[in-house]
């Protein structure tokens, strides 16, 4: 898939909720839920840390 067909199912004026799209981490980073990527209807292929697509992202070497 690339980034023209990566389309969001979610409305353009779709609102976060806090605690159950995303959260706030220890150090002060937003985090998706996992529920939130799979409402969104696609993965990024960014390794996101709840990626409930099973992305992982390879180590650079």
């Known amino acids: 898939m690339n980034d023209n067909?990566?389309?969001?199912r979610l409305p353009?004026?779709?609102k976060l909720i806090?605690?159950?799209d995303y959260?706030?981490?220890e150090l002060g980073r937003y985090v998706f839920t996992s529920?939130?990527?799979l409402k969104r209807g696609y993965?990024?292929?960014n390794g996101c840390r709840n990626c409930p697509y099973g992305f992982e992202?390879?180590?650079?070497?």
């Not at 067909?5 to 969001?8: P, W």
């Not at 992202?57 to 070497?61: A, E, H, L, T, Y």
């Open 12 to 14: 353009d004026d779709y």
């Open 18 to 20: 806090e605690g159950e």
């Open 5 to 8: 067909e990566k389309k969001s």
């Open 57 to 61: 992202k390879k180590p650079s070497v």
């Open 35 to 37: 529920e939130y990527l």
């Open 43 to 45: 993965c990024c292929e």
């Open 23 to 25: 959260y706030i981490d």
